[in-house]
């Protein structure tokens, strides 16, 4: 089994909630957050996985076609994705699900199982009639005819090596995925630990759906990667999103460590 990250670009993301593309060393305009995009891609036997499929045209100078690009440098195509997941449904990680490239609403992934959380998915497509412009209803609405859906409940295996777990904290059913194989062990926990700093320090993002509980599950993420060994995939690091954890001591908290990036072959 492979992990790569594939780098989307680095943003800062003010309250407006406008992904504004910024360079991958630069500060963020002030009172924005800087978020870089990182899916997953997992290639595991005749399986070839996304984790959190990016963010599509969601952003500025973005689009479906940098996941597609960054995919031929493993010498595959949108054909050759088998499944894809995603650890919540903010479309800063799913917009990479379709994409208007041709000038009209399309599948980046036609041929791939999509697989999300039952409650979660439920409760955004009854959002039918909202005008909050976050909701983004004519793309949920067009993935919920084309997308070969497939649904996560809070406990669930749909494959050996892929196990998923409802964290709920930055949404409200924000979802854990645990990817093992032989002596192979990583962990996708969304935005409850997005970034290295999650790891670092201690905080409740009042950005979350539920800052406490959210808080709560990263510190028992971090306590478990630790003492089992997960590598984890921080979607939003803008340095290196692999890393495991090394140590611990109390006064200054958990140490990390890099983990090389596979390149491609």
Known sequence: MQVHPLYEGTFSVGLDKKFV???????PYKGALKLSINPFLVRSGQRNILIDPGLGDFGEDTSTEIIKNNLERFGLSDLDI????????HYDHIGGMAGTSNGYLELTFPDAKFWVS???????????GATDEETKLDFIHFLDARADLHFLDEEHQ???????????GHTEFSQALFIEHNDQKYLMAGDVIG????????????????????????????????????????????????????D????????????????PS
């Open 21 to 27: 593309r910024i360079g991958r060393n630069d500060p």
């Open 82 to 89: 088998t499944d894809i997941f995603a650890s919540h449904l």
């Open 118 to 128: 039952r409650k979660e998915w439920s409760k955004l497509i009854k959002l039918d």
């Open 158 to 168: 749909p494959y050996p090596e892929i196990r998923v777990r409802e964290i709920g």
């Open 195 to 246: 970034r290295k700093l999650a790891v670092q320090k201690k905080f409740a993002a009042k950005f979350d759906f539920d800052p406490q509980k959210s808080l709560q599950m990263r510190e028992k993420l971090k306590k478990l990667a630790y003492e089992e060994s997960y590598i984890i995939l921080a979607y939003h690091e803008s340095g290196n999103p692999m890393f495991r954890i090394t």
């Open 248 to 263: 611990f001591q109390p006064d200054h908290g958990y140490m990390i460590e890099n983990v090389d990036v596979n390149a």
